[in-house]
């Protein structure tokens, strides 16, 4: 070390002029140490760059700016490509972003510099299912669970999986679970109520409901869920007051409107359901199964023309809507179509309404 610096020093100033020290000058150790000396240097800033990158990505993402932040963790990764925490965060804020199949990408990356990254697997789960490749979550969300059985997110996003999947029994029991981790989870107990409800288990349906409040009373779908489930139980005046609920939390929720409306509907009340079908597609205008519930209330008010419109509404915006055939087909049958009656009633069977069938059979059939 102390010949190297009296090396250069004295190539420095010997002569009335600079002199510059060539590589023959120096020994074979003294260039591994300045080769050493450089590339270390470059190192630090490299991960210097990376960690600013890094930081600058994190705040973005806060801000819920995700193509910057996506960026930046990208320029952070680049700077230093085995920076396992800018990966996990570029998946993650690509998942937010909707950009699920960038995120499985990333992921995979990660996870092949770590294979036992529980957190990893989990957000990949997150984008295989945002892609609709269940199998892939499936597996993703089981190995997270393997890797690390205390975390209750992937009990809970694999119960929303087994819940989409219509594997209602398996959906309790991952949401069950996740609930044992973190019992103050809202959205456990709701989804876990929608899993009995489909089962049709009504009370502990609506037993879990009411849990879900208690942890969040500002959650309206949850206060729309208790209203559904209590009409189904036909305790119409309490589904009403728990869509005035929602209503009073989410002023713009059309469903609560729709669900509020169908339950006026049963009630006999069809002013205050055309009231509320028609408030709900002022907030949604595309949403057809109101459209068809306005035709039904206006075919009970005999108003056939109104249900003649709403219900080539609610087919306009969806032509595969069979319910919508039906009561077409009425309102043409009241305003003396009955050909168009019985196309109407004919394309409804053909959708498989067994309503259609039956006016078809008893009205158009040979």
Not at 154 to 181: D, H, M, P, R, W
């Amino acid at each position: 070390m102390k010949k190297l610096k009296l090396l250069l020093l004295g190539c420095l100033i010997l002569g009335a002029s600079p002199v510059f020290c060539q590589e023959d000058d120096l020994t074979p150790a003294e260039i591994q140490y300045r080769d050493s000396i450089a590339a270390l240097n470059e190192t630090n800033a490299a991960v210097a760059r990376s960690q600013e990158a890094y930081n600058k990505g994190i705040t973005f993402f806060q801000e819920k700016n995700y193509k910057a932040a996506i960026q930046q963790f990208k320029t952070s990764i680049e700077a230093d490509p085995n920076f396992t925490a800018a990966f996990y965060n570029k998946g993650v804020v690509e998942n937010e972003d909707n950009q699920f199949n960038e995120a499985a990408k990333t992921l995979s990356s990660l996870i092949a510099k770590k294979q036992n990254y529980a957190k990893a697997y989990f957000q990949r789960g997150r984008a295989f299912q945002g892609m609709n490749n269940y199998l892939a979550a499936e597996k993703d969300y089981k190995t997270a669970i393997e890797l690390d059985a205390t975390n209750p997110k992937s009990y809970y996003n694999f119960g929303t999986l087994q819940f989409l999947q219509q594997n209602y029994e398996e959906a309790i029991v991952s949401f069950t679970k996740t609930i044992e981790l973190d019992n103050n989870m809202a959205f456990a107990y709701n989804d876990r109520g929608s899993s009995y409800r489909m089962k049709g288990n009504y009370a502990k349906a609506l037993a879990d409901y009411e849990e879900a409040v208690k942890r969040n009373p500002n959650l309206a779908f949850v206060l729309n869920n208790i209203g559904t489930t209590k009409k189904k139980m036909k305790n119409y005046d309490a589904a009403i007051a728990s869509f005035n609920r929602a209503i009073s939390l989410d002023g713009k929720f059309y469903l609560a409107y729709a669900n509020r409306g169908a339950t006026q509907m049963a009630k006999g009340r069809i002013d205050d359901a055309i009231n509320d079908f028609k408030k709900c597609l002022t907030i949604e205008p595309k949403y057809a199964l109101a459209y068809n519930n306005l035709a039904a209330a206006f075919l009970k008010k005999k108003q056939y023309q109104e249900a003649l419109d709403a219900a080539n509404k609610a087919i306009n915006i969806d032509k595969s809507y069979a319910s919508a055939y039906v009561n077409r087909g009425l309102a043409k049958e009241m305003l003396r179509d009955m050909n168009g009656a019985c196309e109407d009633w004919e394309k409804a069977k053909d959708l498989g309404s067994e309503t259609g069938n039956s006016y078809y059979a008893q009205n158009c059939g040979m």
